[in-house]
Each structure stands twice: as C-alpha cells, then as structure tokens.
C-alpha cells in the first residue's frame, strides 16, 4: 500500500512537471507599446535563425537525422557562443525533434519558435511530393491545415517551444521561378493567389488557436507585401513576423505595421551579408555596422521608448554561411562569390544594374575546416562582437531610455571590434587568397596477392606486388571570381599481377600480336613519362559578361532539362571508368552568357563528352509566357582518334540543329522538337535486305538493293506531353528520326527512375508511354516502348564468284558505323515492357537522387525494377576495340531474342549513424558482338557505413567480367565476388587528414567462357579458380 | 519501306532512301586492261583502289573465300582488284604480296595500258611487303603450313629489274635461299 501511495506521488509529481515546464508566451500590450513575456518575464527576442549545414551538403541535410552524440557536439559548441552573444531564441522547422528543443532549452536557456513553411519548398500530399503548392487547391489547402495542427499538436507542450511561426515569404515564392532568392518583387501582381494564401494562413492561425493558447502565432511574410491582404485575411494574428532587407533602418516599417494591422513587429530574418560584391572580398565590418544599426532601431522603436512601440525582437540572418545557397546542387564544396540579387538598401556594395547580396556570405559565423565527420569550424565574424556588446543593454529596465540606447549603440564600434575575427582568421584568408597553392594531396598505398590455380594462365604470374600513387591538387586562383584547380597523379609502381589489370596508375598497354587480344598493361614498358600524369584539371571563371566552366576530366551535367530536347550535350559523369580505360574525357568549356547574354550557351572542346567529337556546340533558349523556345546547333570540326573502349566507340563526324517547344499549362507539359541532323552524309549510298518471294540473292532469302541518303533522311522530330496530376502523372511521347538523324538519348528523368528510355539514334520511329501511380508510400510506374527501324538490320550474305559464268555476286555483312551512313543498334526493333515498383515513405528525399545511399533518410526505402524487351529481329555490327587500339566492327551481330531484367535496390537509415544499402539483380540479356550465348546472370551487393567504418560486398554469378570487353566477346565468369572493408582514422588521429585503410578481397572462377581459361573447355565442370587480397592506406591532407 | 509509309509521312519519306530499284543480279567481271586511277593504288597503306571506278569489289562483302576463288579463276586483273580491295579494308601482308603478284602477271601478260607503271607499281607492292610485313607468310591449302613472303618478294622485286631496299639474298648451308635485312 505504501509502494503504490508512493507511486502515484511519483506520478502526480511528474504530470504536475511536465505541465509547469512548458514554456508560455503571450503579447502584452498597452499604451505604452507591445511587448512578448515568456515564462511570465518580459523577453525582447534577440533570435538567431540557425542552422547546421556541413560543406557539400545542402537543404536536404538533416542535422537531426545523425547520431546523438553528433548533434551534442554540434549543439554544445553553437549553442555556447549562441549564450554567449545573448541569443535568447533561434528559428527552427518541424523536424526538430521536441526532446532536443528542450535539450537546447534546458543546457543554455535558449526557447525556440517552431516554423511550418505551408508547403514554401513543397509538401508531401497523399504521399505525393508537391513541389509548388496551389493554395487556391481545397485538398492541398486541408492537407496543410492538417500537417500544421499536427506539428502544433506534437511540440505545444514541450519546454522551450515560445513562438509558432508559419511560411517564409510564401508571397515571393508566389512569383520568384526557384528556391534561390531573386530581386524582392515590388508590386502586388499575384493578388489573387495572393488572396489564397493569405486566406490559408488565416484559416491555420485559427486552427491553432483552437488547439493552443499559451504560444504567439505569427507568420513569416516577405517585408510588407500584400499587407493590406493580410488584414483582412489573417484575424487572430499575434505578431507580423517579416523578412526585411531594407538596409541599415526598416524606415516606416514599424509605423505601417501599427497603422495596418495593430499587432507587434517582428524581423523573421534581417541582416546583412558579409562579402563586398563591388570590391569583391570579404567584408565583415560593413556587415556587423549594419547589423548594429538595424538592431539600434529594434530598441528604438521597441516598448516605451516613445516611438510606435511594436518591435519586440528579430532573428538575424543567418548564424553561419550556406555554402550550399548558390546554385543549391552544384559546387556545394565551393565558397561561392556569386552575387545572386540586388538591393540598392545596401549601398556599401551597391552598383546600379550590378548584383550585391550574396547569398553564401550571410553568416555572423564563417565556416571551415571540416573534418571527415562533417563537423566544421566556426569562427565568429565582427558582427558576433558587436552584438554581444550590444545585447548587454536591457531593452526593458527602467534605465533604458532613448538617449541611454544611442549612446550604447554610439559605444559600440565596429573597428575595435574587429581584431578577433581579423586576426584569427587572418591566417586562413591568407591561404585562401593565395594565388597558387597546393590545396589538397591524396596518397594511397596498395599491396596484392594473387593466386590462381593450374587451370589459369596466371597460374604461374607473379604473386605478390605493390602500388604507390600520389594524387596532388594544385589550386591556381588569380581573382576571387576565377578558380583553376588541376590535380598531378604520381605513380611509383603499378601493380602487374591484379585480376582487374585495368586500372588508373597500370597505364601503358602491353603489346599484344594477337589483334583480338584486348590491350592489357605491363609495367615494364611504362615510360618515366607515365609516371606522371594530369589526371584532371577544372577552371571556373566568373565574368562580367559570361561564366566560364572548364573541364578535363572532370564531370559535367547535360542540357535536358533546359530544352536540348535531342540529347546534343550530353551528361559527362562517368565515375571509375574514365580511370579504368585512360579517357581524356570530358575534356572542353562551357560559356554561359549573362545579363543581355543569359539566353545564350556555348559548349566548345576536343572531346565534350565520351567518345565526342571535336565539336562546338550552341543553345539559345528564350521564354515567351508559357511557352519556351530552344535552339540548337553542334558542328563537329574534326573526327576524334582513337577509343578506349567500346562503350565510348567511334561517332561519325556530323552537324546537328535542334529546334524545341515547351508549353506548359496547368499541370500539363507538352514537348515538341525537330531534328536536323549529318546532312554530310546526303548522297552517300548503302545496302539494304527485303524479304524475297523466291529463293532471292544468292539463295539468301533476301533482295538486295541499294540506297542513297537523301536531304528528307537527315529530318526527325519528337513530341511528349506529361501530366502531373499528383497521385497519378503519366506522359507519352512519339518519335521518328529519319536514316541518319541521330542524336543523344533522352538522359532527363520524367517522374521516376525508369530506366527504358527512348533512343535518340536515327533510323527509327518510336513511342512511350508511362504512368506513375502513387498509393501513399508505394508508387507503381508500368513504362512501354515501341521502336521500329525504317531500314533493318542488314543480313550477312557471303559473296560467290562463278567461274563458270565468270558472274561476281557481292556479299552482304551487317552494316557498322566506321563504313555505313546509318546502323541499327540500339534502335533495333523493340517492343519493351518495364514495370517498376517503389516504396518510399520519404518523397521530399527523391528516391532517384543519385547519392541516395547517402542521402535517403527513410527507415527503409526500395524499388523493383522489371524490364522485358521483345526483340524480334536481330541489328547490325557495332563496334569492338582491338589490342592496338583499333576499332573494327564485331564479326557477328547478336541474334533475334527476347532479353529481361529485374533489379530490386533497398537503402535504410533506421540505425543511424549506421547506413545500410543493397540491391540484387537478374537477368537474361546478349553480348555485344554476335556471340549468339545468351547470359543468364544474377547478383546482389551490401553496404554498411557507420561512423569511420565502411563494408561492402558485391557479388555476380554468370555474369560477364568487368569491363567491356568482356561483355563484347561473352567473356562470363561462374562466381565473382569482392569485399571490401575499411575504417576512416577520426582527423585527430594524425592531426592533420583523414587516413582510411582497409582490404579487399576478390575471388573468381573460370570456366570455358572465361578470360584465361586454359583448362580444356570440354570439360566444363572443370573450374579455375583466381582470388586477391589487397590491402590499401588512404592519406587525404 | 512499308513502315515508312505507314507513319503517314508520305511526302517525307517519298524522296528519302531513294533506291536504284533493282535488285542486285551479280555483275559481269571485265578483261578490260588494267588503267590505274591514281599513283599509289594497290600499295599499303594507300586506299585509293576504294575510289576506282573500275573496282568491281568496292561495294559488298568480299569474303577471303571468294578472293582465293578469283585469284585462281578469274583474271589478273580482277584478281588483283580483289586483293586490293582487302588489303585497303585490313591491310596484312599476304594481300600485299597477292596484289603484287597479281601486278606482276597483268605486266608479264601485258593486261594494261601503262606496262611501266605496272611494273613500278608491282615493285613497290612487293617492297610494302619487306617493309610493313616483314614476317608475313602465306598458307598451303590446308591452311596449316606456313611459307614466309619476303624471300619470294625479294626474288619478285629482282625479276622485275628492281632492287628490294633493307634486303639481301643469302644461301643457307642448306642451300636454300632465303632473304634477310641487310
């Protein structure tokens, strides 16, 4: 009895707890003005939007989403200079869970306001990934409401939580064209969306209101825009939260607020960014001035200080940089200078028609020196000194009179201020600022074993051996706003004796007799030359007129998504395989014009992508309302020499021009492009095969006949139309390219990863059609394609010569790209069926980004791809790298035959940090050069990833090899496996870098069909057997 | 061409892939002397025998059945056509010899206009084969012994009145004799 007496204590104890220590907030106002009291004190809100973003992360990165002791570390350090400065508040979203809200709360006395964006970036509807919300929309508009009470309900009893703040300037995002920040819009075009959101938000602060008394419910709105909407649309309102970029003084903002709307102000983000477009270079003296002034007029105008009365705080803008801001995607690693937006309020910069806010510079806090973790550096700008001496006046003692803040304001001086920023940083800027400079180095260190049994003509090679490699970045930067960086590869010795002989630092081919014995290196022969190479080198310049990004070997996007409806510029990312075959690509120059310029691209090199040739390639793209016109034109100026593999196999010299039509409306996107394509090719003649009544030529069952490219050849066109109709989108797209109107393939992504795409080859007529049907977390994406030569295939027919007759009949061989104007490939005759299932209870992290086993944050997350393909007829000769480097075309061509697939890919982050992927894949599928075997294959990976630890294991059964020969000549193996396994050193182990070490393993067997079988393939149970051990050292400095 | 018109592209593929619109029937092969068409036709590494109206074999597959079928049957100078053909398509040193030999018996049994030319033409086809194949051979007819093509080339490029460059004659204690590189 005593036992439970005591427990209900316990309990009445811990409930009575728990609601005493929920932070409450209120407004008070009286004649004197308004003022906010939390937890029943007076609290002027001296807020920080604050954020943690590592370098080369960007928005999709959640902080909340790694380990608890990376988020302590995290928080501890900000979190004690946020204390320090006097920082009382910091602006956060909904996904911070509410128990490190009180985390933050309850170790450094800081509240938080919680802020639902109402669908500003987008919202998961249904299920469904909304990316730009139509708050006119009754479904959308309840979804919100419903997300919103939700979050309410989720954090309102949670200590700390002070403030609920909804949007963040949803009135620009009614007119800016991205996520990026763009010139602040003047005018009130947009009133009738405008009219929709800001009835939506006055229905959400209702809702709220019903739900939660004890919290202030203010919006986010871009400056005063449409504030008159706002008055008679958000009833209830507690405080205008805006985001103002008005310079050193908001000027009337204050007054207006009071006049309009009769609620207190508040900035949601103010400040200034602490880089000098004009004289380009930091300048974080500018920024603390103006962050001093803004905040002098915050106390001036806040609770009987005489003036309006209504300011009751702000959250600056922002705590550190983003150095992800720019471009959002891209050069995410990059500090970038760019000037995205002006605003003549900041005249330190400021240049009429030039632009001056630079939207990576924001933070009161630089960043730098991250280590392997993702925990970086922060060093305090001036500003952080400046406000903390200004933060040591209470706005609301007695004392605090309009004089006595003038006179704090007056005292606190920028220049004295600065030391501590300048001078610990100046050691930093120093290297940055220089003008060539060693800017990374990477070493690694391998040992191999290998053994092979008798079977295997490495059965007597070489054992053991060993490769040291030096990877140095030297960085050329003579201006802030143009970057070189080119990285020195040192070899000292390249392993011989590796079951994967292709390899960066293996680079001299051993000469081979036998020319069709695919090249394979020898280090004897490697020169001193090979020791040191360029392995790849990137310039980017930032000019007035045009942008300049250059590339050797570095990897490049495509132009699909910005009208090149053909595929003429292809995406240029090729990962391990420009090392593994020696490419020189991508290798060329983007320009990218500007101001008057901006509709106009250049792309201009030897090789531009793999396999290119040297070529110049031109875009103009213009937006007229809802319809977007691109042009383009590619003219090869020489033929490319040589290939160095069949993946990246000769192209025909040709010229190409494009013209695209983009019309959207509503929710529809209607494509529409014309092709005119390789007009040197117009009167150049081939051969062709008709189905015979009789015995036909030669008894081949064919006629044979021969052809002239002429001008309607060269012709093609292509049309789509997609409808995102939200838990159902669905597109079509037809096509017919004409004999020798070849172009790229389609490389965009239309809804979802599909991965059967239309062919961009000429010689074909072709059709799509997809839907992507969404049920919550499961999407279902069934996907067809038709595609049909105009010419088929060319059938082999030997040539005979008839002594008696003294006749000579011409033989027929499939046509190849080195001697015949068209070819049939890839636009074989095809009628394909793909079905791909996904499960992704995440959608605002695309499942089919790139780096999803980096990025996906779902528990678990996975899809099933299935691909059927009807082929019914069989295709001409593609083309096959010789020893000497050669390309000949294949001696057969791939026989009639259906082929399949099905690949099942899993990612999960329910552990983290512990990351785990996978996928498993089988299939039935054709070599490449004639070898009419089909493969019938299956194979599967894992991959761990926690903290410094790394494991993953890949392995194939009957599968091909790993390079492309291997599939061209239907080289397969029985079994291959790899594993590998390595741990990251923390940085403080050695102080200055990462190191990483680790083994891997491999192991293979041969049968008939393999590379090195010298078993007797008759006696195919007979199997060899090859494995490798490698260790490896990784030092990054 | 059926698919074609099905698009309903009528007026576009009415002048596209225009056609001869005879089927192939096999041709006759001429007796007409040999006239070259341009200096180097017939010695790696020049290719101009594809540019040669008189060529029967530019256009199809010439099979090396085929060409050993001409080389014994047919005439010099379609034989020679043939091994021209092949040697500018994939240059080895058995297609050089033969369109040299070729040149040679057109010269011996005059089969051209400008017997000078062929023997100079001749003579350096058989020098390309000491010079770029220097190790070629040439099988017997069961494909399985191998006969080596400079001495023979050499022995050739002196019956012709010429002298091979880089190479000798010498008699081995066999008394056989064989060329080797000076």
Redesign the interface.
């Known amino acids: 009895m005593t036992a439970m007496r005591a427990l209900w204590a316990i309990a009445i104890v811990a409930a009575t707890a728990g609601v005493a220590h929920a932070t409450e907030a209120h407004v008070v106002h009286d004649d004197r003005g308004y003022k906010l009291q939390v937890d029943g004190k007076d609290l002027m809100v001296r807020g920080m939007n604050w954020g943690y973003t590592p370098i080369g992360s960007n928005y999709s990165y959640s902080l909340w989403a790694q380990s608890d002791e990376f988020v302590e570390r995290v928080l501890h350090r900000d979190m004690e200079f946020l204390r320090g400065m006097g920082v009382n508040m910091i602006r956060q979203g909904p996904d911070i869970p509410p128990r490190w809200v009180e985390w933050i709360h309850t170790h450094y006395g800081i509240y938080t306001m919680i802020n639902h964006t109402m669908g500003r970036y987008g919202a998961t509807i249904d299920g469904v990934w909304i990316a730009q919300i139509d708050y006119a929309d009754q479904h959308q508009r309840a979804a919100l409401v419903a997300d919103i009470v939700a979050v309410v309900e989720r954090y309102r009893g949670t200590r700390g939580v002070a403030l609920w703040l909804l949007g963040n300037e949803n009135n620009y995002g009614l007119a800016w064209t991205s996520f990026e920040a763009e010139n602040l819009p003047k005018g009130q075009e947009d009133a009738a969306r405008a009219t929709a959101l800001y009835s939506l938000y006055g229905e959400v602060i209702r809702a709220i209101k019903q739900r939660d008394s004890s919290h202030p419910v203010a919006i986010a709105n871009g400056d005063l825009q449409y504030i008159d909407l706002i008055a008679t649309q958000c009833k209830g309102l507690d405080i205008l939260g805006s985001n103002v970029y008005r310079g050193a003084s908001a000027r009337d903002f204050f007054q207006v607020v009071e006049d309009k709307l009769h609620v207190p102000a508040m900035f949601t983000e103010f400040g200034a960014d602490a880089y000098d477009a004009h004289a380009d270079r930091e300048d974080a003296t500018a920024q603390a001035e103006y962050l001093r002034k803004q905040w002098q007029e915050i106390y001036e105008q806040s609770w009987g200080k005489g003036k309006v009365g209504n300011a009751i705080g702000g959250f600056i803008f922002q705590w550190s940089d983003g150095w992800w801001k720019h471009g959002q995607e891209i050069n995410l690693d990059v500090h970038d200078t760019t000037a995205s937006w002006s605003n003549d309020a900041y005249p330190k910069d400021y240049v009429a028609g030039e632009n001056n806010m630079n939207e990576e510079w924001f933070g009161i806090a630089a960043i730098e020196d991250q280590d392997a973790d993702g925990f970086y550096q922060v060093q305090p700008r001036v500003a952080y000194y400046v406000l903390r001496e200004a933060f040591r006046l209470d706005p609301y003692a007695d004392t605090t009179t309009p004089e006595q803040i003038k006179t704090h304001f007056d005292e606190v001086h920028e220049g004295e201020l600065s030391a501590p920023y300048e001078g610990l940083h100046a050691r930093a800027t120093a290297d940055k600022l220089s003008r060539i400079r060693v800017s990374g180095l990477r070493m690694r260190l391998e040992s191999n074993v290998t053994n092979a049994s008798a079977m295997s003509d490495r059965a007597n090679a070489q054992r053991f051996d060993h490769t040291e490699s030096l990877f140095v970045d030297v960085t050329v930067q003579p201006t802030p706003k143009v970057m070189s960086k080119a990285t020195i590869n040192l070899v000292g010795n390249a392993a011989q004796n590796r079951l994967d002989p292709l390899y960066w630092e293996n680079r001299t081919p051993r000469p081979s007799s036998d020319a069709m014995t695919p090249a394979m290196p020898a280090a004897d022969d490697m020169l001193s030359s090979d020791h040191v190479s360029l392995y790849g080198a990137e310039l980017h310049a930032d000019l007035p007129v045009v942008g300049i990004e250059g590339f050797y070997r570095v990897g490049h996007g495509h132009w699909g998504y910005e009208g090149d409806f053909f595929g003429l510029y292809r995406e240029a990312y090729y990962g391990i395989a420009i090392d593994t075959y020696h490419a020189t690509a991508p290798l060329g120059a983007v320009l990218s014009g500007k101001g008057a310029l901006g509709d106009i691209k250049v792309a201009l090199g030897p090789e531009l992508y793999w396999g290119a040739n040297p070529s110049v390639i031109g875009k103009w793209s213009h937006a007229f309302g809802a319809v977007t016109l691109t042009a383009l034109h590619q003219e090869d100026v020489a033929a490319h020499s040589g290939a160095a593999t069949s993946s990246a196999a000769f192209q025909p010299v040709t010229r190409r021009s494009t013209l695209q039509a983009q019309i959207k409306r509503g929710s529809a996107v209607l494509d529409v492009g014309g092709i005119f394509a390789a007009s040197q090719r117009v009167g150049r003649?081939y051969?062709?095969a008709?189905p015979s009544a009789n015995a036909g030529?030669l008894d081949s069952g064919y006629?044979?006949?021969?052809?002239?490219?002429?001008?309607?050849?060269t012709?093609g066109g292509r049309a789509r139309l997609a409808y995102d109709g939200g838990r159902a989108r669905w597109y079509v797209e037809g096509g017919?390219r004409?004999?020798v109107a070849d172009a790229g393939s389609d490389q965009t992504t239309t809804f979802t990863g599909w991965s059967m795409k239309s062919s961009g080859r000429g010689n074909q007529?072709s059709g799509l059609a997809g839907a992507l049907l969404t049920f919550d977390s499961f999407q279902v994406a069934p996907n067809l394609l038709y595609q049909?030569p105009?010419?088929g295939p060319s059938p082999?027919?030997?040539?005979?010569?008839?002594?008696a007759?003294?006749?000579?009949?011409?033989?027929?061989?499939p046509r190849n790209a080195l001697a015949d104007p068209f070819v049939v490939l890839d636009n074989r005759e095809t009628q394909g069926m793909e079905l791909l299932l996904v499960y992704d209870p995440t959608p605002a992290t695309w499942y089919w980004n790139w780096d999803r086993d980096n990025r996906e944050d779902a528990r678990f997350a996975t899809s099933l791809d299935v691909v059927y393909r009807h082929q019914p007829t069989s295709r001409d000769a593609t083309l096959v790298i010789l020893a000497d480097g050669s390309q000949?075309p294949s001696a057969a061509t791939p026989p009639a035959h259906d082929v399949w697939s099905a690949r099942l890919a899993w990612s999960s982050a329910a552990a983290l940090p512990l990351r785990l992927s996978g996928s498993f894949y089988t299939g039935q599928d054709q070599a490449n050069a004639g070898d009419p075997r089909l493969v019938t294959r299956f194979g599967g990976s894992l991959r761990m990833v926690r903290a410094g630890l790394m494991a993953s294991t890949d392995i194939k059964i009957r599968d091909w090899g790993p390079y492309d020969y291997h599939r061209d000549f239907n080289l397969t193996y029985p079994f291959q496996w790899y594993g590998d396994l390595s741990y990251g050193l923390p940085r403080s182990a050695l102080g200055i870098g990462d190191a990483r070490f680790g083994a891997r393993w491999q192991l293979r067997f041969l049968d008939g069909f393999s590379e090195g079988y010298v078993g007797d393939p008759a006696l195919s149970r007979k199997l060899a057997t090859e494995s490798e051990v490698l260790t490896y050292l990784e030092v990054r400095l | 061409?059926i698919?074609?018109h099905l698009?309903g592209?009528l007026a576009?593929?009415?002048?596209?892939?225009?056609?001869?619109?005879?089927?192939?029937?096999?041709?006759?092969?001429s007796d007409e002397p040999l006239v070259f068409s341009s200096p180097d036709e017939g010695v790696h590494p020049s290719r101009a025998v594809l540019d040669d109206p008189a060529n029967?074999?530019v256009?199809?597959?010439?099979?090396d059945?085929?060409i050993w079928?001409?080389q014994s049957?047919?005439g010099n100078v379609?034989a020679f056509y043939a091994w021209a053909t092949a040697l500018a398509y994939?240059a080895t040193g058995e297609r050089q010899y033969y369109a040299a030999l070729d040149l040679k018996a057109i010269l011996e049994r005059e089969q051209a206009t400008d017997l000078p030319a062929v023997r100079d033409r001749a003579i350096r086809g058989f020098q390309a084969v000491l010079t770029y194949f220097p190790k070629a051979v040439t099988y017997d007819a069961s494909g399985t012994i191998a006969y080596e093509l400079a001495t023979p080339s050499v022995i050739a490029i002196q019956e012709l009145g010429g002298t091979a460059e880089g190479w000798i004659l010498v008699m081995t204690p066999d008394g056989h004799t064989v060329a080797v590189p000076r």
């Open positions: 003649s051969t062709f008709k030529y006629d044979v006949y021969t052809g002239r490219i002429a001008w309607a050849d012709l017919y004409g004999l007529m049909r105009i010419i082999a027919i030997p040539d005979r010569y008839d002594q007759t003294g006749m000579y009949y011409p033989g027929v061989s000949v | 061409m698919d074609r698009l592209l576009l593929t009415a002048s596209a892939c225009a056609t001869d619109g005879v089927p192939w029937q096999g041709q006759p092969l029967p074999f256009s199809g597959k010439l099979t059945a085929a079928q001409l049957s047919a379609s994939g």
